[in-house]
């Protein structure tokens, strides 16, 4: 039984490696593509002879990363920001108050996470347009907020089911704690991982999104990122080296964000999932 689990493990852990191996091959394309020379057409499998940073300056000037850059941080810092304050409140009510009005409204939430978001662009593109939000920053932060908040409060409501004992909050209630001081002081902290969680999560959706971008921000100088590297590839398609320059500058902050909280992220991901 010791040899036939070895094997086993053996062999799980080699799978392991060559899907982590195929995951890999479009960075390791990217980073080829990025630093070699723009006279360079050797095979993109192959590693530049010479590192050049003379793509990541010209694709930095041409597509205007730095305003682009600038926009997609402040949508993508105030939508979250949005989300864990709005997603962990209405989260915490409907885990804590099991009323019947309260189990409608978290069965609404958990229904309209199965709508995709296209289906609602029409009527949203035309209420946009009559409030006057076109070209703004507000309607990025407002559609983001709207689109996630759903998945937000699914799981902060079962991460706090599941993982905050209410004896803690009994407790401060004897000392005569209100609600509202009770949740920031006491249940707040104690939502750590899942809000790493819904941190990486809701950013990288954020910081990604083009398809509402494309439709709300068509000035170009409220283009996010992913619009930005979408005109710039239509415009050079022959450059790769460009594109593959600005698309690495693009991913380098959600790669560090995940990073930084990695060792979150699968603990509140299986807690919150875990009651609905």
Not at 216 to 225: A, K
Not at 268 to 275: E, F, I, N, P
Request: charged share 10%; net charge positive; aromatic share 16%.
């Amino acid at each position: 039984m010791n040899q036939v689990s070895k094997r086993a493990k053996w062999f799980l852990t080699a799978v392991a490696l060559v899907i982590t191996l195929l995951h890999l091959i479009p960075y390791y394309i990217l980073l080829t593509t990025a630093f070699k020379r723009a006279g360079d057409f050797s095979s993109k499998w192959m590693f530049p002879k010479y590192f050049s940073l003379e793509n990541f300056t010209a694709a930095w000037e041409q597509a205007n990363l730095s305003n682009a850059f600038m926009n997609t941080f402040v949508i993508t810092f105030f939508a979250a920001a949005m989300l864990i304050l709005f997603g962990s409140l209405a989260a915490y009510a409907l885990a804590r108050r099991q009323t019947r009005l309260n189990k409608y409204v978290y069965m609404l939430f958990v229904a309209v996470m199965v709508i995709p978001p296209l289906t609602a662009l029409v009527p949203l593109y035309q209420l946009v347009v009559d409030v006057g939000l076109m070209n703004t920053r507000l309607v990025a932060v407002l559609n983001n907020v709207a689109a996630f908040l759903p998945l937000t409060i699914f799981l902060y409501a079962g991460f706090i089911r599941s993982t905050v004992p209410k004896e803690l909050e009994e407790a401060a209630k004897m000392d005569g704690a209100s609600t509202i001081g009770i949740f920031f002081r006491i249940v707040f902290p104690l939502l750590k991982p899942i809000t790493a969680t819904v941190l990486i999560l809701s950013c990288v959706y954020i910081w990604n999104d083009y398809q509402f971008a494309i439709f709300f921000l068509q000035d170009s100088d409220m283009h996010t990122l992913t619009v930005a590297l979408a005109s710039f590839f239509g415009q050079n398609t022959s450059q790769l080296g460009l594109v593959g320059a600005a698309a690495l500058i693009a991913s380098l902050p959600m790669i560090f964000l995940f990073l930084f909280l990695q060792r979150f992220f699968i603990e509140g991901l299986a807690a919150g999932s875990v009651k609905g």
